[in-house]
């Protein structure tokens, strides 16, 4: 099978990556981030750039090869891998259904694995099997979906977290139908399903309103749709540049969770919020 990984990045750009080694990007609309110029000195997110920061991300931590890190501290303050983290720690989350380069989907019950594949990676369109990163994962307890193609299906995910008996399930998903899918699936009254939905720059109207009646969690990224549906809706959030939406009581326990743990002011609804913060232009 070839070795073909395909994942968007830095305002919906596409980036294929081959054998270790970066063969396509494609164009966004988001050329600027205050972000990335405060943090790299970087005025322009142009195709250069672009190929610094991948490559990095594959010299730093192997990412979409067979040295691939699956082990991590905190990446960030607050983000999905970090809050699912702490709450994995504290109990309130007994399995994550995640998606990993090189292995799919697949299911994890190490905190320290929920960071290590969920910190630095961005969204994963598609991706295919490299032995040694699924034989660590499995060394570490996690179980991958399908180990011989890598399927990305996080339907088929919870289907499995549900068979193995896990009863308080997070799953992470990017925009699109299957997360109304995931909520409308059946369970039994004693389980709980977690949805937390990320890399939503460029989602739409009409699936945003979807995304908050059925997800807990919704990151704001450089979506302008989700940007406008919170100013109209006021679901609590936490964070200025890039907020992380609740768009369940659920989603705002489990994000204060990871708030108290690392001294940081809880959630607010506070509105309006200045929209002259956003990091980025929204598309």
Known sequence: ???????????????????????EVGSSEMKYCPMFHAMHGVDELNEEFIRKNIN?????????????????????????????????EKGNIDCVVGAC????????????????????????????????????????????????????????????????????????????????EIRNYPVDDDVNVYIFVAHTTGAKCDEVKMLFENADIVTACASKAISDYADEHKPYYYGVKVPIFCASEDGRRLLDVRLEKINKPLTTNDYPRNKDDAPYKLL
């Open 1 to 23: 099978m070839q070795d073909r990984h395909v994942i968007e990045t830095l305002g919906k750009v596409k980036v294929v990556i081959e054998n270790g080694e970066i063969v």
């Open 56 to 88: 990095f991300r594959i010299e730093d931590f192997g990412m979409c090869t067979p040295q691939r890190v699956i082990e991590m501290d905190d990446a960030v303050t607050v983000g999905i891998s970090e809050i699912l983290k702490t709450n994995m």
């Open 101 to 180: 380069d090189g292995a799919g989907t697949l299911l994890m019950t190490n905190p320290r694995v929920v960071q290590g594949v969920g910190g630095r990676v961005s969204g994963l369109v598609s991706t295919t099997p490299i032995p040694e990163v699924i034989q660590n994962l499995e060394a570490k307890g996690s179980v991958v979906l399908d180990p011989e193609t890598a399927e990305l299906n996080q339907l088929e995910g919870l289907k499995l977290a549900l068979e193995k008996g896990y009863k308080n399930i997070a799953i992470t998903i990017l925009p699109s139908p299957m997360v109304e």
